[in-house]
């Protein structure tokens, strides 16, 4: 068992485009949708996967670097939406969601239309046009009825109608509608220690506690800003001793 997991998918150039982190164990699988980690989807062309791990000992271990290639080119049409999560609550951090077409035939479209729905499969914005379709779309979070939608799981899909009859259809990958700030507190019994082993506050005990996140970084710096221990921990926080 290992502290922190890492993998990490680069492009033919070499650039990293997505990135993961586990604690303790890697996940025994994990399936890319082909999006990178501003939320966009990757252009077609070669890609590599590869995991790797530091245990507190300083060992580093790394898998064998996987081959890969993206091709949508058959594709008649694809509909992403990014970012993965957005929070429409007015602070101007991912406030809106962008929801873009990809169509490999841009001509002779009749009509289209685009619809978002939750969890349970109910529409709460639509969108319908005929002729020409959108570069992109933007969503500010807010239902047809003008309400702003609840919390949660969410999904887009589009249906264009062409001309001479072809009918093509696409939905995205799910989105999460999230504006409950996290909850984080923290403190410690006294703020003075003497880490000299003869018996008195030799450590320093700090308490957290947290609302559940999917992963919580903690950080302790020294006065320059240096970062000089990290932790990490998925869910929710624990305390801790410090030594």
Not at 34 to 61: F, H, M, V
Not at 129 to 142: A, L, P, Q, R, Y
Not at 145 to 162: F, H, L, P, Q
Not at 210 to 234: C, D, H, P
């Amino acid at each position: 068992m290992e502290d922190v997991w890492y993998a990490e998918i680069k492009n033919a150039a070499g650039a990293v485009i997505k990135n993961y982190k586990w604690v303790n164990n890697a996940e025994a699988s994990i399936v890319w949708d082909g999006y990178t980690a501003a939320g966009k989807l990757a252009p077609d062309g070669d890609y590599t996967y590869k995991l790797y791990t530091q245990d507190r000992a300083g060992n580093k271990g790394e898998s064998a670097v996987i081959d890969f290639a993206l091709d949508t080119e058959e594709t008649p049409v694809i509909l992403t939406a990014s970012p993965e999560a957005f929070s429409p609550n007015g602070d101007k951090i991912k406030d809106s969601l962008i929801l873009t077409p990809v169509l490999n035939v841009t001509a002779g479209i009749q009509s289209y239309s685009l619809v978002i729905t939750d969890a349970s499969g109910k529409i709460v914005k639509k969108i319908a046009s005929e002729g020409k379709i959108k570069n992109e779309f933007v969503w500010d979070g807010f239902t047809d009825s003008g309400r702003k939608a609840e919390d949660g799981t969410y999904r887009a899909g589009i249906e264009v109608v062409y001309e001479k009859g072809d009918v093509s259809n696409a939905v995205t990958r799910d989105f999460i509608l999230d504006t409950a700030y996290p909850e984080i507190e923290a403190g410690a019994d006294y703020t003075l220690f003497s880490p000299d082993k003869d018996g008195s506050k030799d450590t320093i005990l700090i308490r957290q506690k947290t609302s559940r996140e999917q992963l919580i970084t903690g950080q302790l710096k020294n006065q320059a800003g240096v970062t000089v221990k990290e932790f990490v921990w998925e869910g929710t926080a624990k305390d801790f001793v410090w030594d």
